[in-house]
């Protein structure tokens, strides 16, 4: 079966950092692009990042860009998320999804289950 499995979130203190994971299993990364997206309650879907399969190229939200870092070891088949300076504004529940190439759409073919980030003091 093909899975892909969101883990890392949790609660953290404004300036605070967390580190989210990305692992699959029923195929290898290596020739997917991973993305990030996050849903804050009462808001849509947005997405947060992406990093390719193909050259490891990268692309950030505005909202996020300096502040987070996403990265790929396919030896362990596993995307990372480098979540540091985190803000309130940043709390929402975090998916991770692949697919063959990153597109501004959101119709990537897999998608794992997210795992929630709390940002508050």
């Known amino acids: 079966q093909v899975q892909l499995v969101e883990s890392g979130g949790g609660l953290v203190q404004p300036g605070g950092s967390l580190r989210l994971s990305c692992a699959a299993s029923?195929?290898?990364?290596?020739?997917?692009?991973i993305g990030w997206f996050r849903q804050a309650p009462g808001k849509e879907r947005e997405g947060v990042s992406c990093?390719?399969?193909?050259?490891?190229?990268?692309y950030y939200a505005e909202s996020v860009k300096g502040r987070f870092t996403i990265s790929r070891d396919n030896a362990k088949n596993t995307v990372y998320l480098q979540m540091n300076s985190l803000k309130p504004e940043d709390t929402a529940v975090y998916y991770c999804?692949?697919?063959?190439?990153?597109?501004?759409?959101?119709?990537?073919?897999?998608w794992g289950q997210g795992t929630q980030v709390t940002v508050s003091s």
């Open positions: 990093i390719s399969g193909s050259d490891r190229k990268t």
């Open positions: 029923g195929f290898t990364l290596d020739y997917y692009a």
């Open positions: 999804a692949a697919d063959a190439t990153c597109k501004g759409g959101y119709d990537y073919v897999y």
